[in-house]
């Protein structure tokens, strides 16, 4: 056990549809990261955030916000979702938010999975 | 600039070993390893830095080439608990910076 939770564990939604992952990073850790691993396939970064400010982004679609809140919990919004959005998202934290430097613990994930 | 790595999958017998590569095109910052079994979290092993410092399980045995941006972990005397994927993340810079992860390479340990 990471010490990061997600939750839900799995989620069904259509297309179309808008639904909310939430994460509660590791006691301490102030940095939150958000990876989607679709099938298969390897850890694509999404986007940091570290003691509530943005700090990194990738490719994250527009569709796709994130925050994190000052009890440091951070929430990915995905929206207008489509057949390709389904895949297993990740959230990670570390103790800072020096992504290069620190290790980064992952929780144990989302199933999301778009009908 | 996502790094390759090699070989994509490796199988093995208990006890035999195996190098598993990551090489970038550009200069890196830091290489980390992780391991991530079917449907579960990856689990972090190592980090190894510019400069030298290393960070991780006593038992992971890794290197990081600086001049070449590659890394390898090794993988000796396997069991059959190594079993899964790994992958590599690497940064270019020790700020804040992404970590950009490998494809992967799967790994089978058979009795």
């Known amino acids: 056990d990471s010490g990061v939770t997600q939750t839900p564990k799995h989620l069904i939604t259509a297309t179309g549809q808008r639904v909310t992952l939430r994460c509660s990073p590791r006691?301490?850790?102030?940095?939150v990261y958000w990876y989607q691993q679709s099938l298969d396939q390897g850890l694509q970064f999404l986007i940091q955030?570290?003691?509530?400010?943005?700090?990194a982004k990738g490719n994250i679609l527009e569709r796709f916000s994130a925050q994190q809140f000052p009890d440091l919990h951070s929430e990915l919004n995905l929206s207008s979702l489509e057949l390709g959005d389904s895949a297993l998202y990740f959230c990670?934290?570390?103790?800072?938010?020096?992504?290069?430097?620190?290790?980064?613990?992952f929780g144990p994930g989302t199933r999301l999975t778009v009908l | 600039q996502q790094p390759v790595q090699s070989p994509q999958a490796v199988i093995l017998r208990e006890g035999e070993d195996a190098v598993i590569n990551c090489s970038s095109s550009?200069?890196?910052?830091?290489v980390h390893w992780y391991r991530q079994k079917h449907g579960e979290a990856p689990v972090f092993l190592m980090i190894?830095?510019?400069?030298?410092e290393q960070k991780g399980h006593e038992k992971i045995s890794a290197s990081f080439n600086e001049k070449k941006q590659q890394s390898s972990l090794y993988l000796t005397a396997s069991q059959l608990s190594y079993s899964g994927t790994y992958f590599c993340?690497?940064?270019?810079?020790?700020?804040?910076?992404?970590?950009?992860f490998g494809a992967g390479t799967r790994l089978a340990v058979h009795p």
């Open positions: 190894l830095l510019k400069g030298g």
């Open positions: 006691s301490g850790d102030l940095s």
């Open positions: 990670a934290s570390s103790v800072t938010g020096r992504g290069g430097y620190n290790e980064q613990f």
């Open positions: 550009k200069a890196l910052y830091s």
């Open positions: 955030y570290y003691n509530g400010e943005e700090r």
């Open positions: 993340g690497t940064s270019f810079s020790g700020g804040y910076n992404k970590l950009i």
